[in-house]
């Protein structure tokens, strides 16, 4: 849902938050690795090596290691999986998605010499930076409780501006889901009249058992236009630069259906609640890095993110659709809400990112990337007076993460063969919802290189479980796999 009920973060209140949410803000803020096939293929350990066009979105540094002028295409394939567990019930999902991971030219000037500013290099193109495709569905024949539950808990807070909010508990009461205990029209959503209990045909007779599915489909991502630019000085010394022009566009649609099939309930035969979320807009940060190769054989790298500035628009809108048993006046009956847009802005965390490799002549590599990432500083800025909550609650529910990631390559002329392993640690606290959230990789790869041209393949799986919301004291346990396979085509001159 896109409101979240939070128990116990702000003193010992129930905290309602509509439209954006602490959730917004990490969707924007938490990005991952690799963007061609070699630094994929290495779990985009390559914040030491440079000379791969991935490095312009993590240490631009790396530009400055290019001997010559470049073109390089990543396409890739991703099929996310999501393993459901719910009231005893397994249920498992997926999502095939094609689309480029990659496209960027690098031009190199070269000075010809040693000694100095020996080379300078120009960048620009595109790197993916997140992917939000996904389903999901969470099932079980048999439930012990129901949204309607949470409609009817929140109709009774006297007083309160969500007693009727009009995304959730309005579209109840207009299709007889929720009802007052005497007659009452309310008038409008957020009527906060007093003296009437409101309940529900469902949770008054406490006889649940309904089939319960709720399904949740999103698509999108992240994608960064890179303009960049390096330099190498005297082959020990190589800067670089990077301005990110972001562009994200995110959407989710989701389906909570109940179902009484076994007739446990009076009146109600079946429900379905449905949330349309849709978000889109453009983000600048600018990234900073120096490699320093002290021998032949060591090199060691450093960047800086600044924060990421995003200005959003979002698009939020809820229908009910209910089924009575025969007898009852109105057998069916819907409702809808209205669209509500807002635009606002998140300001995510800095990274600053420390790098190791070692260097084996023209055989082989190693890279370790150390990232630190503060989500206690992401912030949601816009004319509403709740974003000072939930800034507080983003600073109460998050905790600042150490990224770890590994990766080698062999050559063995023409073959390049190469592994990584990853690791994300979560931004949650370890007590908030029971959540834990860090994220793993393993990959690999395999690379050609003939003349000025080279094709690389990698495979890439990353895992992770979260817990998500169904309804008030309800959670299911969500195991998540996501693959995916690049393939780069690069031509260097």
């Known amino acids: 849902m896109k409101r979240l009920i939070v128990i116990g973060i702000i ?34 350990a390559f914040g030491a090596l440079g000379g791969d066009f991935s490095t312009l979105s993590s240490n631009p540094a790396g530009i400055g290691l290019y001997k010559g002028s470049e073109f390089v295409f990543t396409p890739k394939i991703h099929y996310n999986s999501a393993d459901a567990f719910f009231n005893g019930s397994r249920y498992n999902d997926y999502k095939y998605n094609f689309g480029f991971s990659n496209l960027g030219f690098i031009y190199t000037y070269d000075y010809k010499r040693d000694e100095g500013w020996s ?51 309005y579209l109840a009461y207009n299709t007889y889901l929720v009802n007052p205990d005497t ?5 409008a959503p957020g009527d906060t009249s007093y003296g009437v209990e409101f309940w529900s045909h469902m949770t008054d007779s406490g006889k649940y058992g309904q089939l319960l599915e709720k399904t949740i489909r999103r698509k999108g991502g992240i994608g960064e236009w890179v303009f960049s630019m390096g330099a190498n000085y005297s082959n020990k010394l190589y800067l670089g630069a990077t301005i990110g022009w972001e562009m994200v566009n995110f959407s989710q649609s989701t389906l909570h259906y109940e179902n009484d099939v076994d007739d446990n309930t009076m009146a109600i035969g079946s429900f379905s609640f449905r949330e349309k979320l849709d978000a889109w807009g453009n983000g600048l940060n600018l990234k900073v890095g120096g ?79 150390y990232e630190f990432v503060d989500y206690t500083a992401m912030r ?52 908030l ?13 395999i ?47």
Request: aromatic share 14%; proline share 2%; glycine share 8%.
């Open 380 to 431: 949601l800025q816009g004319d509403m007076d709740s974003y000072t909550d939930i800034n507080t609650i983003i600073q109460k529910s998050f905790k600042q993460t150490h990224n770890v990631r590994g990766g080698f390559e062999v050559r063995l002329d023409p073959i390049y063969l190469r592994g990584g392993y990853a690791y994300y640690d979560s931004p949650y606290k370890s007590s």
């Open 291 to 369: 490699i320093y190769k002290p021998t032949d054989a060591l090199r060691i790298g450093l960047a800086f993110h600044t924060p990421t500035i995003y200005w959003l628009t979002e698009e939020f809108h809820t229908a009910i659709e209910a089924n009575y048993d025969a007898g009852f006046d109105p057998s069916y009956s819907e409702d809808r809400s209205d669209v509500a847009q807002s635009d606002y802005t998140v300001l995510t965390p800095y990274k600053a990112m420390g790098s190791l490799a070692i260097v084996i002549g023209k055989r082989a590599l190693f890279d370790v990337d």
């Open 119 to 169: 080379t300078v290099s120009y960048g620009t193109g595109y790197n993916r930076l997140a992917d939000f495709g996904e389903n999901t569905t969470i099932r079980t024949e048999k439930a012990n409780g129901s949204l309607l539950n949470e409609f009817v808990l929140n109709s009774n807070i006297e007083g309160s501006e969500e007693r009727f909010d009009p995304f959730y508990e």
């Open 433 to 445: 919802y029971g959540n834990n959230s860090d994220v793993q990789y393993a990959s690999g790869g």
């Open 447 to 493: 690379g050609y290189r003939e003349a000025n041209v080279s094709f690389d393949i990698a495979y890439s799986r990353a895992l992770n479980s979260q817990k998500h919301y169904l309804f008030l004291g309800t959670n299911s346990k969500i195991d998540y796999t996501r693959n995916q396979i690049l393939a780069t085509l690069s031509f260097r001159f």
């Open 183 to 187: 007659f009452q029209v309310i008038a």
């Open 11 to 44: 003193g010992a209140t129930v905290a309602m938050v509509n439209a954006q949410n602490e959730s917004d803000a990490l969707r924007y803020s938490r990005t991952f690795h690799g963007s061609t096939a070699r630094s994929m293929g290495m779990a985009g």
